[in-house]
Antibody, heavy 118, light 112 residues
Framework: EVQLVESGGGLVQPGGSLRVSCEGSEFTLSIYSMNWVRQAPGKGLEWISYIASSGTPIYYADSVKGRFTISRDNAKNSLYLQMNSLRVEDTAIYYC???????????WGQGTMVTVSS | DIVMTQAPLSSPVTLGQPASISCRSSQSLVHSDGNTYLSWLQQRPGQPPRLLIYKISNRFSGVPDRFSGSGAGTDFTLKISRVEPEDVGVYYCMQAKQFPITFGGGTKVEIK
């Protein structure tokens, strides 16, 4: 079954760092553009970052620009989100989502929870 | 940024009856390639979002034909012809015409 599996979430203090990962299963992640989307508890969806299949271009939401870095390792069929200078308001479930040229966000992972709290 | 506005916020529906959700964008979603990148997502309770409809009216693989999308330009609609118990959840429209990608606030479909 084609799927995405996120990992790496957890509890971190404000100002801390965390890296979440997303691995593709039963498909070659390297040929797809990828996104990170988050959902704060009880809230809606917020797109936060995009990376093209080749690694560029890369885009970020203003809310995370300068603090978060998206990257990919195509040899490992994986996508990453390095999160620095974390804030309480970054608390959310983080989802990775695949994007094709015609069908944005056609496959989603199950999400990984990131909690920023002292 | 393109603002996506959904209505209603909540839609209580009787099983077997139709439901309709509206989505309006703050500017046209027609891309320079001629496509309109408006999608609909379903999020069941405790589950990740799932793609239902892409490019206004194309059902994604495995999506029942009771779901249909329509619209053009800035006004779009998702219709469920006969609501089933498994349709309970929150529905989001989203635009992928340009970055930042943006989502509507969501419409909760619940059974009356």
């Amino acid at each position: 079954e084609v799927q995405l599996v996120e990992s790496g979430g957890g509890l971190v203090q404000p100002g801390g760092s965390l890296r979440v990962s997303c691995e593709g299963s039963e498909f070659t992640l390297s040929i797809y553009s990828m996104n990170w989307v988050r959902q704060a508890p009880g809230k809606g969806l917020e797109w936060i970052s995009y990376i093209a299949s080749s690694g560029t271009p890369i885009y970020y939401a203003d809310s995370v620009k300068g603090r978060f870095t998206i990257s990919r390792d195509n040899a490992k069929n994986s996508l990453y989100l390095q999160m620095n200078s974390l804030r309480v308001e970054d608390t959310a479930i983080y989802y990775c989502a695949r994007q094709t040229s015609q069908r944005p966000f056609d496959i989603w992972g199950q999400g990984t929870m990131v909690t920023v709290s002292s | 940024d393109i603002v996506m506005t959904q209505a209603p916020l909540s839609s209580p529906v009787t099983l077997g009856q139709p439901a309709s959700i509206s989505c309006r964008s703050s500017q046209s979603l027609v891309h320079s390639d001629g496509n309109t990148y408006l999608s609909w997502l379903q999020q069941r309770p405790g589950q990740p979002p799932r793609l239902l409809i892409y490019k206004i009216s194309n059902r994604f693989s495995g999506v029942p034909d009771r779901f249909s999308g329509s619209g053009a330009g800035t006004d779009f609609t998702l219709k469920i012809s006969r609501v089933e118990p498994e349709d309970v959840g929150v529905y989001y429209c989203m635009q992928a015409k340009q970055f930042p990608i943006t989502f509507g606030g969501g419409t909760k479909v619940e059974i009356k």
